[in-house]
């Protein structure tokens, strides 16, 4: 028995000692698990179930991609609009007869109260403008040797051309003196020369207007589709030779010369409210309305406010659909506490062995819920490359520039996280009290 | 420790050159009543020993006789509802779970009748668990997991996932889990249990090997008469009380030369 001993002791010592020096010597260790140890835990779990793990995070995928897709759609179709917008001009005003904003029906623009004066006496403040021009607008066709067309009749001075940005195609626009005689001459937008020319030359023709040769002097670059009844469809000729031409150029009393709006461009922006006010004072004391304190009998428009207004619109659009989407999140974030339930039922016995060996409720928890946090962040994380994947695609097919901005990705990933954390929490607190013998016992 | 100690000492009164420093464990009056809706279950039903440090004990005893609680308790797996546990100078029954954690974690090396190896992880992976709770960084702790592989003869299996191995592979990697903590006290519920007689033989020799060669404290629930004849001392159970604990001479296993040989294959 004796040199039984000595022979074993003497293989341990020559065969293992080193290894059992190496096992048995103190160990020194910080105490608590490492966030690596935890993080390639929870991705052999995830892996070791790999479908299952997919679908789960389909979920967050989908509300991902559909959040940072729509916003990007969203940002893009109101920076597409803003953009049309602005190229009608820059800081603009509009004064109208009547009052707009009072709901269809009631809109009276028909009350042709604003007139000539008026205009001449807005001038006449010697406002801080980049420009100012009267409009007088009807109808009419105009005929050509080839065709005729029924276009918006713009009588308007030459300051009308810088502040609406027009650009010429071919001519000139009528000048100052022009616009003082009324001489007989027209600027056609670009449908219109087309319509009536086609791709022949317009500039030196001649049109008829209610039996009235017209000199066309010029024709515009088209302008595209702006909200405004497209410019590429008027016509622009002296307001002095529309007044005269037509019949219905009078103010309601056949006093004076009506006109169906002014435009005005303000020189800077900070402007644009005290600008507006002067004018509203002035047209108020001129309509004689302080006097009996009635409403205003005019309508002022401001480019700004409107662009303010229609970005709000797009905005609040915007956030709707991203809240829509944000909904598929949350359901996302139920799949997720589905599974992970399902996970601690069935890793029970492991969850059982790690506290036996040493884990603490502590690091159980901690466990479960970066499992939950690396299923939704993973999922986070594709469903941005696939939310990217399709604003690009928008973008390339030329419908509008869609750019996904660092607020969305943002957005989009940390509430993925939050998801993971909110519905995570849950499973891991059940997973961490489990008690260690009814977890081994676990059949 | 000393503290420790010393609450041990003012909880139950005994005077304090009671307390052997050569004792690994040392329960008074244990007992654990378990409740099963109105029925009330003593597993446990008052026991009190001690197991001195470097002990080789065997637990034997019918089935459903509390050695299975017992051992829980001893692990630090559970409370009892009474009594006190001293392990290694610590009062255990006063501990909280965190406490018991850190005890198990510092103390303890755990085999069971079903090995428990994650199946997921290579047989080096699931010696190096303890030791990742213990937060023993990368390098350290694979140069002690493959160590104690090498211990258990499994040096040639490290990168071996458990269902790419035998019932006796896994259960030495599994004790080569229970050793890479460096703990005072290997505790067995029925290590052999599932293992036929000749793996049974080898898993004892490695148990005898670790207590003789590193005075391990080993104790161990069995019901197979050849396996506890390995240990020195048996203690007997039924119905939750002690009824006999016995020195006896330990068998010495005739199997080391094989053992080695397995070791080194
Ligand atoms: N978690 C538990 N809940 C209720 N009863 C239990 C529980 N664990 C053990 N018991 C009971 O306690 C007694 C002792 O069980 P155990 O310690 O497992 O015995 P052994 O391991 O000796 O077979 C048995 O009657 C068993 O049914
Ligand atoms: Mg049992």
């Known amino acids: 028995m004796a040199t039984n001993i000595a022979t074993l002791e003497g293989r341990g010592t020559t065969k293992s000692a080193s290894s059992a020096d190496i096992v048995f010597a103190p160990l020194q260790g910080s105490g608590s698990v490492s966030w690596s140890e935890i993080a390639r835990t929870a991705f052999d779990s995830l892996l070791a179930n790999r479908v299952r793990s997919f679908l789960t995070m389909l979920g967050v995928i989908i509300g991902v991609a559909s959040v940072v897709a729509l916003m990007a759609l969203g940002d893009g179709a109101s920076q597409s609009i803003t953009s049309q917008i602005q190229s009608i001009g820059t800081n603009l005003l509009f004064i109208a007869p009547g009052q707009l904003n009072r709901g269809p029906g009631s809109g009276n623009i028909a009350a042709q109260n604003l007139s000539l004066d008026d205009y001449e006496a807005i001038v006449a403040l010697k406002l801080p403008l980049n420009g100012v021009a009267p409009v007088a607008q009807t109808g009419g066709t105009l005929v050509a040797a080839a065709a005729d067309k029924q276009v918006s009749i713009v009588g308007t001075t030459p300051s009308y051309a810088p502040l609406h940005s027009f650009e010429m195609a071919a001519g000139t626009f009528f000048d100052e003196v022009q616009a003082r005689d009324g001489t007989a001459v027209v600027v056609l937008g670009a449908n219109v020369a087309k319509d009536l020319f086609g791709s022949g030359q317009a500039v030196g023709q001649t049109v008829r207007l209610n039996g009235q040769p017209l000199r066309v002097i010029g024709v515009l670059k088209a302008k595209g589709g702006g909200g405004f009844g497209s410019v590429d469809d008027n016509a622009f000729m002296p307001i002095k030779y529309a007044q005269q031409r037509f019949a219905n150029m009078r103010t309601a009393d056949g006093n004076k010369y009506r006109v169906s709006s002014i435009t005005l461009s303000v020189t800077n922006a900070q402007d644009i409210e005290g600008v507006q006010g002067r004018i509203s004072a002035l047209l108020r004391d001129r309509h004689g309305l302080d006097s009996d304190g009635s409403e205003d009998d005019f309508t002022i428009l401001s480019q700004a406010a409107f662009l303010s207004t229609l970005n709000t619109i797009t905005g609040l659009l915007t956030a709707f659909l991203a809240a829509v989407a944000g909904i598929s999140l949350l359901v996302g974030g139920i799949g997720i506490m589905n599974i992970m339930l399902v996970s601690v039922t069935e890793r029970t016995r492991e969850i059982g062995l790690r506290k036996a060996v040493g884990a603490r409720s502590r690091d159980i928890l901690l466990q479960f819920l970066v499992e939950a946090v690396a299923l939704s962040l993973t999922g986070g994380l594709l469903g941005l490359a696939l939310g990217f994947m399709v604003a690009t695609l928008v973008t390339l097919s030329g419908v509008l520039t869609a750019s996904v901005s660092l607020f969305s990705v943002s957005l989009a990933v940390g509430f993925a996280v939050i998801v993971g954390l909110f519905f995570g929490i849950y499973p891991a607190q059940r997973a961490a009290k489990l008690n260690p013998i009814d977890a081994l016992r676990y059949e | ?265």
């Not at chain 2, 049974?200 to 506890?228: C, F, K, P, W």
């Open chain 2, 1 to 265: 420790m000393a503290s420790a100690v010393n609450r041990w000492h003012d909880a139950i009164g005994y005077p304090l050159q009671t307390i052997s420093e050569n004792f690994m464990i040392t329960v008074t009056d244990l007992k654990k009543t378990y409740h099963m809706g109105d029925i009330e279950v003593n597993a446990l039903n008052g026991v009190s020993f001690e197991i001195k440090k470097g002990e080789f004990v065997a637990i034997m005893g019918p089935s459903g006789s509390g050695k299975s609680t017992l051992m829980n308790l001893i692990g630090c797996l559970d409370t009892p509802t009474s009594g006190t546990y001293v392990l290694d100078g610590d009062m255990v029954s006063q501990l909280d779970d965190v406490e018991l954690a850190a005890a198990r974690a510092a103390k303890l090396g755990f085999i069971f009748q079903q090995y428990n190896l994650l199946p997921r992880q290579t047989a080096l992976r699931n010696v190096e668990l303890p030791l990742i709770y213990r937060g023993i960084s990368g390098a350290e702790r694979h140069r002690r997991a493959a160590a104690a592989l090498e211990i258990v003869g499994m040096k040639e299996r490290t990168d071996h996932k458990p269902n790419e191995l035998s019932g006796g592979q896994q259960q030495r990697v599994a004790i080569a889990r229970a050793l890479s903590g460096s703990p005072s006290v290997i505790l067995a519920d029925e290590p052999t249990g599932a293992l036929d007689t000749k793996t049974s033989a080898e898993i004892m020799d490695i148990l005898q090997r670790l207590n003789r060669e590193q005075g391990l404290t080993v104790v161990l629930v069995t019901h197979e008469y050849d396996v506890a004849a390995y240990a020195g001392r048996v203690l007997t159970m039924r119905d939750g009380e002690l009824v006999g604990d016995e020195k006896q001479t330990p068998r010495m296993t005739t199997q080391v030369v094989t053992m080695a040989g397995v070791a080194g294959k």
